[in-house]
């Protein structure tokens, strides 16, 4: 069975561990989102793929719920000391990926064959897949300005009230080799408890994504990133608020208009309407086993 999911953030790549533990080796390819890259010390981070592949490997800080577990801070603490910018924490062992990554990329690999390489090396028998080479951007814009998503959400602590998003360089963004056919040949395509405005909006914002989604022949299930109408952690609840009207699961399925078939929601929102048929069940990932019942729950009604 080939399982293709979308992702970004540190619930999409829980919830891609949990398919990970249920479908067989070789068997799941994830889209990463870029969205959120930046360029830091010179180097650079791929975030939302770096949570992917250390989750996956099992070298995630599971307390932080990014980075590496284990990790010190003494390269950055020294770059401080010589005026660089700290505001972005970057982990010694973190550090050694990002310069192994972006050395690669001056040399003129591809961000998806750098990918596939770190993938291998970290022994992960599933496809980690950035959802494209080109740049691509998120921005967001405040009432006090636009920032870069980065800036908006470690730098400022996501404090700022969003009014709208962009996804800087999405409209001229090809797919990266692999992510169409990876849908083309998908038994179910699924996507993350991810926020959808920050992490799976960027993604479906890439015009032959988005496309292939479109074109799929076989079902696509969301699961929702809320519970009781707010976020486990981060600001997608007051996002929606303000951007889509409130946080039911009728707005959650708002944002994947003609992408999904169906939207799993947990038991705290129910009743619930929304325009595609909602799926109830525990989507609470709290530890490994609820991981991957949530994946089969989606696998189940992706597969129905
Ligand atoms: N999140 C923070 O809240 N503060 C940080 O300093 C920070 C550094 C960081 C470094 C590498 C990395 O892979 C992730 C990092 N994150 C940090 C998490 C990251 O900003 C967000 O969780 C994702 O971009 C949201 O999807």
Redesign the pocket.
């Known amino acids: 069975m080939n399982v293709v999911v979308l992702s970004?953030?540190?619930g999409?790549a829980r919830f891609a561990r949990g398919v990970y533990d249920v479908v067989g080796p070789g068997e799941l390819t994830v889209i990463g989102?870029v969205g959120?890259d930046l360029e830091f010390l010179g180097l650079h981070?791929?975030?939302?793929l770096?949570?992917l592949l250390?989750t996956l490997a099992g070298l995630l800080d599971e307390g932080?719920?990014?980075?590496r577990a284990g990790e010190t801070w003494n390269a950055l603490a020294a770059a401080g000391e010589w005026g660089g910018e700290t505001?972005?924490?970057?982990?010694d062992r973190?550090l050694g990926l990002h310069l192994v990554r972006s050395e690669a990329l001056r040399s003129g690999r591809s961000l998806a064959e750098v990918t596939a390489e770190l993938v291998r090396r970290a022994g992960v028998s599933a496809r980690i897949v950035p959802a494209t080479n080109d740049r691509l951007r998120t921005h967001v814009l405040t009432e006090t300005g636009r920032v870069s998503?980065?800036e908006w959400?470690?730098g400022r602590?996501h404090e700022d009230e969003v009014v709208a998003i962009e996804y800087e360089g999405a409209e001229a963004a090809s797919p990266a080799p692999g992510v169409v056919e990876a849908i083309e040949e998908a038994d179910a395509v699924l996507l993350a408890p991810?926020?959808p405005f920050?992490?799976i909006g960027p993604i479906v914002a890439v015009p032959g994504i988005r496309t292939a989604l479109e074109r799929r022949t076989v079902r696509c299930v969301a699961v929702s990133p809320l519970i009781g109408g707010a976020a486990v952690t981060?600001p997608l609840a007051r996002m929606l608020s303000r951007m889509s009207g409130g946080t039911a699961p009728r707005q959650v399925a708002g944002c994947y208009t003609g992408l999904i078939d169906a939207l799993v929601i947990d038991e705290a929102d129910v009743p619930a309407e929304a325009d595609v048929p909602l799926v109830v069940d525990s989507t609470l990932m709290a530890d490994r086993a609820a991981e991957r019942r949530v994946a089969e729950v989606a696998l189940e009604a992706a597969c129905a």
Do not use: A, M
């Open positions: 970004g953030g540190g999409g989102n959120d981070v791929s975030p939302d770096d949570s250390y932080r719920r990014w980075g505001w972005f924490r970057l982990g973190d998503f980065q959400f470690v602590g991810s926020n920050l992490s981060g």
